[in-house]
């Protein structure tokens, strides 16, 4: 089992590098788990722990190279390769083993730590590896065995127990790693400490690779809320954010709150911006989530703020109703290509696509055309508002391939009552609406408004 943690670090200090990666051990370590080490529990004895320190100080240009040098992995090469777009960055990763046959357990860190100094194209940094390997205490399970013979007329049993030697169970492979975990994150902390680097209180030790004199000023407007849209805005449509516009963002949340609405559900909305909200590093950038048009609203962290459907609003037998005309009209075309999902059904809306969702990218770009040729979604929309116009629904035309079906005043207005790049928004007047052509404009634009100056 392996994995990573990458952040952001704090811009209200400026202490150096060791300061950041002495609070990240902070950070990450953990009490020692009760009954884990000892002759009988799970772990024979005191884990061995081996641990270093390293730092330098290096242009951008070289920083891979010579942190390869210094017998880093590549792992943590690319977690420092994020300065030479980002200002600093701190990190963890991980890597946790058990070897069934030796009955080992084997968990290795490296805790780090970057920044890029102020008008210099110098990088600094400083990483701590431990690894700790503990022994294994070989775990069995009592089976009640009998053995029965017959002599003439005379029946003889004899009974035993036998321990049959068995594997860890996942809460025992879990202690295991936080023991292990524990160790390693202790030695790092004692590694530093022997080396004289102590940090003068825990904000002082939380904020390390950040200069006061950094074009990106350190005051946080609360005034405003950057609210963007999914699609086209932050990402090529139906497609992931790129490494740039992500890291880009979470930068810009230290200037101004930020905010995110899609007509997608939740899932899809994460997958697009990179993971989970509630643990991801641009996730916890946002200040609030809405998804499906803001029928469901998150608050960072992950709570959920708000919810509505459109069930309720319609009823069964209306639905119903809804869903049979679609799939009748979408029979009827004639259309060179048709696919799975020609209707899903999300909390705020109905989204009715003529090619089916399982379309692939190619197939989608060639419909974008063909609509664009015959006007087929116009006219379904047309068919659709003569049809259930008494129902108090809207219809219009959404991304590359589909119709979104909601009712009045649930487009994607609905999150500022929590409180872009689609048109209902940036029309309301309670918003300043900003047109874009792409994620590199919105990256532009966004650095000439809080970024320069």
């Not at 790129?242 to 997958?271: H, R, W, Y």
Request: positive net charge; hydrophobic residues 35%.
């Amino acid at each position: 089992m392996s994995g990573f943690a990458l952040r952001a670090l704090s811009r209200r200090s400026e202490a150096g590098v060791v300061s950041a990666v002495l609070r990240q051990i902070g950070r990450v370590a953990s009490k020692q788990p009760r009954n884990t080490i000892c002759p009988t529990c799970l772990i024979q004895g005191t884990p061995r722990v081996r641990t270093r320190a390293v730092k330098g100080s290096v242009s951008r240009s070289k920083l891979r190279a010579a942190v390869l040098a210094r017998g880093l992995p590549a792992e943590v090469a690319s977690r420092l390769q994020a300065l030479t777009f980002a200002r600093s960055v701190l990190f963890q990763t991980f890597r946790f083993e058990v070897d069934s046959l030796v009955r080992r357990g084997h968990y290795e860190t490296y805790i780090g730590a970057g920044r890029r100094l102020t008008d210099s194209d110098t990088v600094e940094f400083g990483v701590v590896h431990s690894v700790a390997t503990g022994q294994l205490v070989a775990k069995t399970t009592p089976v009640r065995r009998r053995k029965c013979k017959r002599r003439f007329f005379i029946k003889r049993c004899r009974s035993w127990t036998d321990r049959v030697p068995r594997g860890l169970t996942a809460q025992e492979l879990r202690q295991v790693e936080a023991a292990l975990r524990h160790s390693a994150v202790a030695s790092a902390s004692a590694k530093l400490k022997r080396l004289g680097i102590r940090a003068r209180s825990r904000r002082q030790a939380e904020t390390a690779c950040y200069s006061e004199r950094s074009p990106i000023k350190m005051s946080r407007r609360e005034d405003i809320l950057c609210l963007f849209d999914v699609d086209g805005t932050l990402t090529k449509p139906r497609q992931s954010i790129t490494p740039d516009m992500a890291q880009f963002l979470i930068d810009l949340s230290a200037k101004v709150p930020l905010a995110v609405v899609g007509g997608s559900d939740l899932s899809k909305v994460q997958e697009q911006l990179g993971g989970d909200f509630k643990e991801s590093q641009l996730g916890l950038s946002f200040e609030y989530v809405f998804v499906e048009n803001g029928l469901m609203a998150y608050k960072l962290g992950g709570e959920l703020i708000g919810k509505e459907s459109i069930l309720n609003f319609l009823g069964e037998q209306r639905l119903q109703e809804f869903i049979n005309f679609c799939l009748r009209y979408i029979a009827d075309l004639d259309i060179p290509v048709k696919r799975g999902t020609f209707i899903e059904f999300r909390n705020g809306m109905l989204n009715v696509s003529p090619i089916g969702r399982n379309c692939s990218q190619s197939e989608r770009d060639a419909f974008v055309e063909y609509d664009k040729e015959r006007g087929i979604r116009a006219a379904f929309v047309e068919a659709l508002r003569r049809q259930f116009d008494k129902y108090g629904l809207v219809f219009s035309i959404g991304g590359q391939i589909s119709i979104d079906a909601f009712p009045a005043g649930w487009d994607k207005r609905y999150c500022l009552r929590f409180g872009g790049n689609d048109y209902e928004i940036y029309e309301d007047p309670l918003t300043t609406g900003h047109q874009v052509t792409s994620p590199e404009d919105t990256r532009d634009q966004l650095t000439k408004m809080f970024l320069q100056g």
